[in-house]
Nanobody, 117 residues
Framework: QVQLVESGGGLVQPGGSLRLSCAAS????????MMWYRQTPGKGREWVAT???????NYADSVKGRFTISRDNSKSTVYLQMNNLKSEDTAVYYC???????????WGEGLQVSVSS
């Protein structure tokens, strides 16, 4: 079982920055791929970014060049640095863990990011 605790959300003006964190309670973080998703009311959950255990990264086109996903294996934590935020980035952001050992998936509870002037 992997528990995920997200932090760092809030309200920011357009063009501003936020850094989200997701701490995982697991001893096998080095075998886990981490992802960020987001969801707005009335829409499905949208994939944002992925970082593999080896730190390879992939991004949705909508955030490429503005968001950076990274991980600190010593802290079992993944980060999402969000720069040049736009109103359309407003959403509830979720982190997800996928174990390479068991293929099980785990979700965080989500946190609100609001971009507004």
């Amino acid at each position: 079982q992997v528990q995920l605790v997200e932090s760092g959300g809030g309200l920011v003006q357009p063009g501003g920055s936020l850094r989200l964190s997701c701490a995982a309670s697991t001893s096998i973080f080095g075998y886990i791929a981490m992802m960020w998703y987001r969801q707005t009311p009335g829409k499905g959950r949208e994939w944002v970014a992925t970082i593999s255990p080896g730190s390879s990264t992939n991004y949705a086109d909508s955030v490429k060049g503005r968001f950076t996903i990274s991980r600190d294996n010593s802290k079992s934590t993944v980060y999402l640095q969000m720069n040049n935020l736009k109103s359309e980035d407003t959403a509830v952001y979720y982190c997800k863990a996928q174990s390479y050992l068991t293929n099980q998936e785990y979700w965080g509870e989500g946190l609100q990011v609001s971009v507004s002037s």
